[in-house]
């Protein structure tokens, strides 16, 4: 067939193809649709649309707010769906990049938490208007931002040490020591405690020093806080530890003006200290080598009554730490058992030694009134024999013709001379004493009295 037959065969191509049924039938729907559109636009110039998340934006920028030095801090929506109407030419070209949503602050000028309208705008110069948003409201709070230096302190858990060691936590110290945070002042206001943190898990014995960036603010309950709208530099920070060691020792006290035979043992079996030992930590590792236990101090035998207690302040020395908790114990006597009598004794129950050789001495004290105290028996046994009253002059001060009153020792004796441990004696006389004794000084001849006395005998 030829190109001239081919081309004369198209309008009958045409003619046949509109005279069939099914092409009728789809040519009819399309017009009608090309008509309804034409007569749409004609009819109805405005259309409505709906976007769906668009960001709610938190700039304040320009309102009374922001000139008050306050910034949004929070809010609860994140994004909105909006719908809108306008003409619909120019509406269909609107895309959702193109559409910004952001909150209607009015005349707030001040710190607080409240609720805006949402409205929208949009970038381009198409108009339309907005017919609904949802939420429509948004809750925001307002605050000033603001910049302050906290105190660091350091926290590490999972740090120990060994045994016989312990931390000095008093000393440890943190390089920087302080922390720049802005934020929101209402936040800021919650911060009670800035540590630096870490988990590192090791054991040491000596001075150590680790090394960590991260920081954890708590507020003054201890609860943990959220840091999130916090602005915290990143630092390193070297924390050192200083690590001491540490032993607990035994408390004791001395009893001093004990006679000799009596029975020491047996009164501190009656003897209580509140506190029976005591936990001391050193930074010198060798303190504690030949050290096992930590005297309070001493008490006489003479102050020792019946309802006896004396307080022991723990007073130590620059190389020692207390970590016991406590800074003083008691010492008190455990009275079962035990009882108290009077008992009188004359001049024959005085003795005086240590007199001095230059002077004479004549005891004035006939009778003096003992406070004994001791076991219950044994104070019924007693005989004013056993009691000895005595008087050292070793290092009294004596003048010509003066009588003193020179302190006086009270010591009880076994009831056998010859006594043995089980002879000791359990008694022991309490208060201070005084005998009042009379000097005078030796007559010494002189030279020219003694040539004097040779002439006249010649």
């Not at 008509?35 to 259309?47: D, G, L």
């Not at 001391?280 to 303190?287: E, G």
Request: include cysteine.
């Amino acid at each position: 067939m030829n190109t001239n037959t081919k081309i004369h065969d198209f309008p009958s191509f045409f003619s046949k193809l509109f005279n069939t049924k099914p092409f009728s039938i789809v040519f009819s729907v399309m017009s009608a649709i090309l008509i309804w559109f034409a007569v749409s636009v004609t009819a109805y110039k405005t259309t409505h649309v709906t976007f769906y998340n668009i960001p709610v934006s938190e700039d304040i920028s320009g309102t009374l707010a922001e000139a008050n030095g306050l910034s949004a801090v929070s809010c609860d929506v994140e994004t909105v769906t909006v719908e809108l109407e306008g003409n619909r030419f120019q509406i269909g070209r609107l895309k959702q990049e193109d559409l910004t949503a952001y909150l209607q602050l009015g005349n707030i000028s001040t710190n607080g938490e409240f609720n805006f309208e949402i409205a929208v705008r949009s970038d381009t110069n198409i108009s339309f208007n907005t017919n609904k948003i949802t939420p429509a409201y948004a809750t925001v709070k307002l605050d000033k931002i603001e910049t302050r230096t906290f105190d660091v302190s350091a926290s590490f858990p999972n740090l120990k040490v060994s045994s016989g060691h312990v931390l000095n936590k008093e000393d440890v110290t943190c390089e920087p020591s302080v922390v720049e945070i802005t934020g929101p002042s209402a936040q800021l206001d919650e911060i009670a405690k800035v540590d630096v943190f870490s988990d590192k898990s090791v054991e040491i014995d000596s001075l150590y020093s680790l090394y960590t960036s991260e920081i954890r603010l708590y507020t003054e309950e201890g609860a943990l806080m959220d840091m999130d709208s916090l602005e915290i530099p990143s630092t390193s920070f070297q924390v050192t530890i200083p690590v001491l060691t540490q032993k607990e020792l035994a408390l004791t006290y001395d009893i001093r003006n004990a006679f000799s035979g009596f029975d020491l043992n047996w009164l501190r079996e009656r003897l209580h200290l509140s506190e029976e030992s005591i936990t001391l930590a050193s930074q010198t590792n060798t303190v504690f080598a030949d050290r096992d236990n930590y005297n309070v101090g001493f008490v006489t035998l003479d102050a020792i009554s019946l309802d006896f207690s004396k307080e022991f302040d723990i007073e130590l020395k620059e190389d020692f730490i207390n970590q016991s908790g406590f800074q003083q114990v008691t010492l008190t006597l455990d009275n079962e058992e035990l009882a108290s009598r009077e008992v009188w004794v004359t001049s024959d129950n005085i003795s005086i030694i240590n007199a001095p050789k230059d002077y004479d001495y004549q005891i004035t004290t006939q009778k003096m009134l003992i406070n004994i105290i001791g076991d219950k028996e044994e104070l019924k046994n007693l005989s004013t024999q056993n009691i000895i009253v005595t008087v050292d002059l070793m290092n009294y001060n004596v003048q010509q013709s003066m009588t003193g009153s020179p302190d006086a020792t009270i010591s009880i004796s076994p009831k056998n001379t010859d006594s043995s441990e089980d002879d000791l004696v359990r008694m022991w006389a309490v208060g201070n004493y005084r005998v009042v004794v009379e000097f005078t000084e030796h007559v010494r001849e002189t030279v020219s009295e003694t040539a004097s006395s040779m002439t006249e005998d010649e």
